[in-house]
T-cell receptor, first 115, second 117 residues
């Protein structure tokens, strides 16, 4: 297994455009997370899936953001009508359903620049 | 609400010197604690984790961390730093299945480590 895969690695878009990112988790990991990381900050939680069910969304996830995980495997994160404040690194992570805590494995991230 | 404080934004050490990165957390119950490392433009790699048991945990690349409940701390240490350790280090906490039903991680703002050859 090659780990968590994210595509694209970099995206430059004009303000107002829509963008979509894809995340392929480690196979058999049923938990999938999206985080956002801005310059000089730690990652901030956006949303969480267990299989195909989106169980939690942060208040950071405005109405312009939508995430899906239709078959419980890969996930997409779409941002509509992008704003300059959306410029950030978007990180995907996955973890297995083991008892106790979570050991999240992160992808390389998608860096979004809104111009 | 859970939170993590990493008091040092930037630390510079000489190669071969020892290293300690500080992390203080706030969480109402027994926390699950993690240290991740991030190289420029890359994702995060897990260095080590604490769930329960022995409060001194060993990780990859020669790192270790000690959980001190009385001080709400989980400091990362390495006895001898290598130039390749230069990166940004993040401490994170989760409560496992929180009341919200998720396992979201709360991260500190990170400590950037520079290594002088």
């Amino acid at each position: 297994d090659t780990g968590v895969s994210q595509d694209p690695r970099h995206k430059i878009t004009k303000r107002g455009q829509n963008v979509t990112f894809r995340c392929d988790p480690i196979s058999e990991h049923n938990r999938l997370y999206w985080y956002r990381q801005t310059l000089g900050q730690g990652p901030e939680f956006l949303t969480y899936f267990q299989n195909e069910a989106q169980l939690e969304k942060s208040r950071l996830l405005s109405d312009r953001f939508s995430a899906e995980r239709p078959k419980g495997s890969f996930s997409t994160l779409e941002i509509q009508r992008t704003e300059q404040g959306d410029s950030a690194m978007y990180l995907c992570a996955s973890s297995p359903e083991t008892g106790g805590g979570t050991e999240a494995f992160f992808g390389q991230g998608t860096r979004l620049t809104v111009v | 609400a859970q939170s993590v404080t990493q008091p040092d934004i930037h630390i510079t050490v000489s190669e071969g010197a020892s290293l300690e990165l500080r992390c203080n957390y706030s969480y109402g119950a027994t926390p699950y604690l993690f240290w991740y490392v991030q190289s420029p433009g890359q994702g995060l790699q897990l260095l080590l984790k604490y769930f329960s048991g022995d409060t001194l945990v060993q990780g990859i690349k020669g790192f270790e961390a000690e959980f001190k409940r009385s001080q709400s701390s989980f400091n990362l240490r390495k006895p001898s730093v290598h130039w390749s350790d230069a990166a940004e280090y993040f401490c994170a906490v989760t409560g496992g299945k929180s009341g919200a039903g998720s396992y979201q991680l709360t991260f500190g703002k990170g400590t950037k480590l520079s290594v002088i050859p």
